[in-house]
């Protein structure tokens, strides 16, 4: 008898076991990393008021306009390349992420400078959030069982900020966040064998499910 053809997924370290179907992939958007994540549009307004601040003071002391633009000019090329690194870094997310979600798992792809693969077993889930931004996009951050420990340092920007103490491992700044919410409650819900309820997915917050809770439909 011919042994069953065993399905090769990219971003998963292995083939798929049987009875294992692959539901969804996706990655981070960079747009969307650059501005949420390592808020690129914050630091930007900061050093334009800066640039503005110092143009203020040097003309209402008397230094030539000349001497200005060329201050302002070398202070803007200083400004420009934390910008140019940081955008740099969120193409580079964007280029080494990959979301998988499965019928029994969700597997996070990533890493930079230590490319690393995070297997989260849906029986080790017990819930998921949803947090939706403009556009569409946003995150979904999951609970993982007590007992369970993954480190926050390791793992950003693929987790849910600031939450240090409990890290939630996160889906960031992935595209059309509902309906990959939803998809995921499904998928929970028919893992842990809980009936599927009808629900929506608000803004900016609004939870999806879980291994022992119902799931967003």
């Known amino acids: 008898m011919r ?3 065993q399905l090769r ?3 998963l370290p292995g083939p798929l076991p049987a009875g294992e179907r692959l539901l ?3 990655v981070p958007h960079w747009r969307a990393v ?3 994540v390592v808020h ?3 630091l930007a307004i900061y050093f334009a008021a800066l640039l503005v601040w110092y143009v203020a003071a040097k003309l209402s002391g008397g230094v030539p306009v000349g001497e200005v633009a060329v201050g302002t000019a070398k ?3 200083v400004a420009l390349a934390p910008l140019a690194m940081l955008t740099a870094y969120a193409w580079g997310v964007q280029r080494t992420t990959l979301y998988t979600i499965t019928n029994r798992r969700i597997v996070i792809k990533c890493g930079i400078a230590l490319p690393m693969t995070i297997n989260l077993p849906f029986a080790r889930i017990d819930g998921a959030a949803v947090k939706a931004a403009a556009g569409g996009s946003g995150d979904i951050a999951l609970t993982i ?3 369970d420990r993954v480190s926050y340092f390791v793992l950003w920007p693929n987790v849910r900020s600031w939450h240090l103490g409990r890290t939630q491992p996160a889906l960031r700044c992935v595209h059309d966040v509902a309906r990959v919410g939803q998809l995921l409650g499904r998928a929970l819900a028919a893992a842990a064998e809980v009936p599927v309820q009808t629900a929506t997915v608000a803004r900016p917050k609004a939870a999806v499910g879980g291994a022992r809770a119902a799931a967003a439909a």
């Open 3 to 5: 042994a069953p053809i």
């Open 9 to 11: 997924v990219k971003g």
């Open 24 to 26: 969804w992939q996706g």
């Open 34 to 36: 650059a501005l949420r």
């Open 40 to 42: 690129l549009r914050k």
């Open 75 to 77: 202070l803007a090329g």
């Open 145 to 147: 069982a007590p007992g």
